[in-house]
């Protein structure tokens, strides 16, 4: 192991001097800390904030909707083999593409904007939810479930009466996290050209505006704290 370390560290092919480079200019970012500047690009800020912000909402609230059919489809002791199958395999696909590259996927089809990052958001939500919530529904009391169809209750009324009262916290709980998640997404994606904050993050870094970046990123940590705190708030709250 430490030959086979050695190795490997001298297949690098280390530029020292480009090092030394990075690290002045990692020194330069540091210092943008210190002194971050939210007055060069305030406006494409708010701008990229409320950008993410729509994403996120409407990504969150889409998929949240789309995703319920999906975990109902995708939950063993509700569906048929053959749309447990679908709807497994399609909950594996959303889980296995990462944001990043669906991102890069649909900007190349629809182009930069918002408009991809809304739809990449609401494709990583469906398997998201999909996945926790039909396990979730796996594990709920089968009695309840034996019990309406004995009385001849309909596929509705079961998953009514005996499904949603059981889950319904659980996914009050799981829609406030993936709306953090979304949030953080949309400033990951955006770098790709999927708009939101990040694309204001990744014009400022381009141009080696480290104070604007720095205040870009001291926003977006701030936005995200609240955001945390607040949705543990509320899901405390309601479980």
Partial sequence: MVLYLVLSIGSLEVNWERVA????????FIRGFLQPDFTRRWDEIVIGFQES?????????LGVALSIP???????????????LVCRSFVAVSRTLNEV????????MFGFGPFAGFLTLTFATIGFMAKLLAEDIEEIEASQLEALRATGASYMQVLDFAVLSQVMPRLVGLSLYRLDINFRESAVIGIVGAGGIGATLNT??????FDSAAA?????IAIVMVAEY??????????
């Fill in 21 to 28: 480079q990075g690290l002045e200019r990692g020194w330069a």
């Fill in 53 to 61: 912000l729509t994403m996120t909402v409407t990504s969150t609230a």
């Fill in 70 to 84: 999906v975990a109902v489809g995708a939950a063993r002791n509700l569906a048929s083999t053959w749309v447990y």
């Fill in 101 to 108: 590259i669906v991102a890069v996927f649909l900007v190349a």
């Fill in 204 to 209: 400022a870094m381009d141009r080696y505006e």
């Fill in 216 to 220: 870009i990123i001291l926003v977006i």
């Fill in 230 to 239: 607040s949705s543990g708030w509320l899901r405390k709250r309601i479980q």
